[in-house]
């Protein structure tokens, strides 16, 4: 941990403003960049992820590295995933500055990193993270890779995090912790995976420049998966023809894709306690389980 006590700036926007206009960094829009400059919602992200000073840190895109600091203060490490060239280049003299000796800046595209896999690293000409088996990940995620990032993070498609804290676009953390009635693929992802948590909203006019559309912080807690890897296949091939036409009934959708009688799939669903007239987005995360695991053992 840093050995001083490092305070966010209470006039972020000024700080960010002017920091971009020395150093000549402008906002991608190519990459949906856009910088928080409301110190409240920077705290609100370290206290969701409750920062141990065992932990070691993963975040993803640091822009000027307000965030940063903060969880590198309370932190044993931090690991900084940043795109822009210009950013990565600047970020660690200036966390040097600050009296942090305890943050990695690495150049990258967090969707070409691998973590703790040297050898697939050098094979496949990506970039190898070293980080201890229990870390955990914070990040204001850039809009444009939400979805594909939290996937990778999730599902395992790099070692997984005990903890995810994440900042994202309003309509994605809604769908994150979505109820039944509401459900979509991305709340089954983050509900099978995790235990996902709505914290808070943060409006577009906490961001500079502003950008269209709301936020929030979600907080997503790990757990080990319950199928084995072949029911998850079944898993996901059903609910990726179930969603396939939102409006149409999961039964027609499931009979047609699957090629088999309505009636039946009315009986498997009946099985798993819904109503036979439902659509894919009513049935939870347990219910979608449950149902694999009766047309299994119907089908096989």
């Known amino acids: 941990m840093a050995s001083h006590n490092y305070q966010l700036n209470k006039n972020l926007r000024r700080e960010t403003e002017e920091l971009s206009r020395l150093y000549g960094v402008k906002p991608s ?5 856009v910088f928080l400059i409301e110190p409240r919602f ?3 992200l370290v206290e969701a992820a409750d920062i141990q000073p065992s932990d070691e840190v993963l975040e993803i895109g640091p822009g000027w590295g307000f965030l940063t600091m903060a969880l590198a203060q309370r932190a044993k490490g931090v690991t900084a995933i940043e795109l822009d060239p210009l950013l990565a280049e600047i970020l660690p ?3 040097l500055a600050a009296g942090f000796h305890n943050i990695t800046v690495v150049h990258h595209d967090v969707l070409s990193v691998v973590i703790n896999r040297p050898e697939l690293a050098e094979k496949s000409r990506l970039a190898n993270i070293t980080l201890p088996s229990s870390y955990k990940l914070v990040a204001n995620l850039p809009y444009s890779i939400t979805s594909v990032c939290l996937k990778r993070f999730l599902a395992g498609e790099v070692a997984r995090p ?3 804290v994440v900042m994202v676009q309003k309509e994605v953390a809604e769908r994150l912790t979505a109820k039944p009635g509401k459900m979509s693929l991305l709340s089954l992802l983050s509900q099978y995976y995790s235990d996902p948590h709505y914290i808070t909203d943060v409006p577009a006019a ?5 950008p269209q559309v709301d936020s929030a912080i979600v907080s997503l ?3 080990q998966p ?4 072949e029911d998850e296949k079944w898993l996901w091939r059903l609910a990726r023809i179930g969603f396939s036409s939102r409006r149409k009934m999961l039964k027609n959708n499931l009979s047609a894709g699957l090629l088999i009688e309505e009636s039946a799939v009315s009986n498997y669903l009946t099985q798993v306690r819904q109503n036979v007239n439902c659509r894919a987005q009513d049935l939870s995360i347990n219910q979608w389980i449950e149902l694999v695991g ?3 053992n119907n089908m096989i």
């Open 226 to 229: 319950s199928l084995s890897v």
């Open 294 to 296: 009766v047309f299994k």
């Open 42 to 44: 920077y705290q609100k």
């Open 29 to 33: 829009h190519r990459h949906s960049q």
């Open 206 to 210: 906490n961001f500079w420049p502003k």
């Open 221 to 223: 807690q790990l757990k």
């Open 162 to 164: 005990s903890l995810m």
């Open 93 to 95: 003299t200036r966390f």
